[in-house]
Structures are given as structure tokens and as C-alpha cells.
């Protein structure tokens, strides 16, 4: 029962992102208030499920025998979550003195709590399946970021990272095939493609994942 833990992480903060758009704060102060407070019980959470949440799977849709959508908190997962989960809050603390001179307050929060959820599906993704799904879930929570200010100059690096974004998940989408048709989707320390796998088409869609998930994380030389 202590897996079902690992879904407030990742649902939580979509909840209350779209819950802080449409509360009524009195002023920008109790706006920063409400986000530190839900990240830090979000960071909370995370480290909780990170010291008590076994390693096990925690099916959520199963699509097939094989492939279904899935979390689990292995060691690389649990070190990243808790990494991501400790520098969140203080990165809303750089977002809040950054606002101060923007607009469009609301949508800027509620995305960016948001995105912290589906950084923690990355986290604690089973398979490459679930990880694909919150990398594109990702793409859609941190454009609003982008354009927030909604000028032209705002809109003309949305469609930029929309672009690298999308794109990227074309490259990303073609290893995921790969990997899901060799049985190798879910994640195993040291990888677990035969010998027999280890082709030169394997080596093609090694560099098409590696610039499609490079891109998103801002690898060189994929940066925007």
C-alpha cells in the first residue's frame, strides 16, 4: 500500500497549481505564500516516499501484458526526485523576486507548480513508456512558462522551444519504439538489450535519443 504514496508527488502540485489560479489572493505576497507552502509539502512528500516507498511497481493503466503506465522509485529515481524536490522551493524563490516587474501572475504559478508533478513522474517513471508521457506532459506545463508574458518577444521563444520541444520528441518517440519491441522498456540497472539487439540500427536511435531527451534537458550542443 506504501506505493500508492508516489502519486501525491506527482498529482499534488497539479492540483494545486490549478487550484492557485483561481483563488482570489488579496495581493502577489499571499500568492508567494500559497506556492512556497505547496512546494515544500510537495518536497516533503517526495522525500517521505523516498525514505519509506519500497522498490515496487505501482501499475496505474495497464495497456498490454508488457506495457502499461507505471511508477516505481528505483535508487537513480529516488536520488533525482529528491535532488529535483530540494531545489524547487528554491527556485520559486529566484521566480518570485523575477515576477515582481511581469504580468499574468496566475498562469506563471499554476504551470509552475504544475511542472513540478510531472518532474516527479520523470522520477519515478517505470519504463521508458511512462517517461515518454511526462516528457511530453512536461513540454505542455513549461510553454506557458515561456510565453508568460504574452508579447512578441515571449510568444516568438515559445514557439522556439515548441520547436526544439516537439521535434526532439519525434527523435525520442523513435528509440522508445525501439526499446519497447526489443523488451527492453522497462528500466534495469546497466540496460538489458541483447547482444543480438546491438545493431547499427540501436546505435542510430541512441543518437535520435539522445538529442530528442538531450533537448530537453539542454545538453551541448542542443541548447536553444
Same mark, same amino acid.
Not at 529528491?82 to 504559478?109: G, N, R
Not at 519504463?127 to 515518454?132: D, P
Given at each position: 500500500?506504501?506505493?500508492?504514496?508516489?502519486?501525491?508527488?506527482?498529482?499534488?502540485?497539479?492540483?494545486?497549481?490549478?487550484?492557485?489560479?483561481?483563488?482570489?489572493?488579496?495581493?502577489?505576497?499571499?500568492?508567494?505564500? +500559497?506556492?512556497?507552502?505547496?512546494?515544500?509539502?510537495?518536497?516533503?512528500?517526495?522525500?517521505?516516499?523516498?525514505?519509506?516507498?519500497?522498490?515496487?511497481?505501482?501499475?496505474?493503466?495497464?495497456?498490454?501484458?508488457?506495457?502499461?503506465?507505471?511508477?516505481?522509485?528505483?535508487?537513480?529515481?529516488?536520488?533525482?526526485?529528491?535532488?529535483?524536490?530540494?531545489?524547487?522551493?528554491?527556485?520559486?524563490?529566484?521566480?518570485?523576486?523575477?515576477?515582481?516587474?511581469?504580468?499574468?501572475?496566475?498562469?506563471?504559478?499554476?504551470?509552475?507548480?504544475?511542472?513540478?508533478?510531472?518532474?516527479?513522474?520523470?522520477?519515478?517513471?517505470?519504463?521508458?513508456?511512462?517517461?515518454?508521457?511526462?516528457?511530453?506532459?512536461?513540454?505542455?506545463?513549461?510553454?506557458?512558462?515561456?510565453?508568460?508574458?504574452?508579447?512578441?518577444?515571449?510568444?516568438?521563444?515559445?514557439?522556439?522551444?515548441?520547436?526544439?520541444?516537439?521535434?526532439?520528441?519525434?527523435?525520442? +518517440?523513435?528509440?522508445?519504439?525501439?526499446?519497447?519491441?526489443?523488451?527492453?522498456?522497462?528500466?534495469?540497472?546497466?540496460?538489458?538489450?541483447?547482444?543480438?539487439?546491438?545493431?547499427?540500427?540501436?546505435?542510430?536511435?541512441?543518437?535520435?535519443? +539522445?538529442?530528442?531527451?538531450?533537448?530537453?534537458?539542454?545538453?551541448?550542443?542542443?541548447?536553444?
Amino acid at each position: 500500500m506504501r506505493t500508492y504514496l508516489l502519486l501525491i508527488p506527482v498529482f499534488l502540485p497539479v492540483l494545486l497549481g490549478t487550484v492557485s489560479y483561481f483563488l482570489p489572493f488579496r495581493n502577489q505576497r499571499q500568492r508567494n505564500l +500559497f506556492v512556497m507552502v505547496s512546494l515544500l509539502i510537495n518536497a516533503a512528500v517526495v522525500w517521505i516516499a523516498a525514505c519509506r516507498v519500497p522498490e515496487e511497481t505501482l501499475t496505474l493503466i495497464p495497456f498490454t501484458n508488457e506495457l502499461s503506465f507505471s511508477l516505481r522509485l528505483d535508487g537513480a529515481g529516488r536520488l533525482f526526485a529528491c535532488l529535483s524536490a530540494t531545489l524547487w522551493p528554491l527556485t520559486a524563490l529566484y521566480a518570485f523576486d523575477y515576477m515582481k516587474h511581469e504580468e499574468h501572475h496566475p498562469m506563471f504559478y499554476c504551470f509552475f507548480i504544475a511542472s513540478f508533478g510531472t518532474t516527479m513522474g520523470i522520477a519515478m517513471a517505470d519504463n521508458i513508456l511512462t517517461m515518454y508521457l511526462f516528457y511530453e506532459m512536461l513540454t505542455l506545463t513549461t510553454i506557458p512558462l515561456v510565453m508568460h508574458g504574452m508579447k512578441k518577444t515571449h510568444n516568438r521563444a515559445a514557439r522556439k522551444y515548441m520547436s526544439y520541444s516537439i521535434g526532439g520528441a519525434a527523435f525520442a +518517440f523513435a528509440a522508445v519504439v525501439f526499446l519497447i519491441l526489443n523488451d527492453a522498456g522497462t528500466f534495469v540497472l546497466g540496460g538489458h538489450l541483447s547482444a543480438a539487439d546491438q545493431t547499427i540500427l540501436a546505435d542510430i536511435l541512441y543518437v535520435c535519443a +539522445f538529442m530528442g531527451f538531450g533537448v530537453k534537458a539542454a545538453l551541448f550542443p542542443l541548447l536553444g
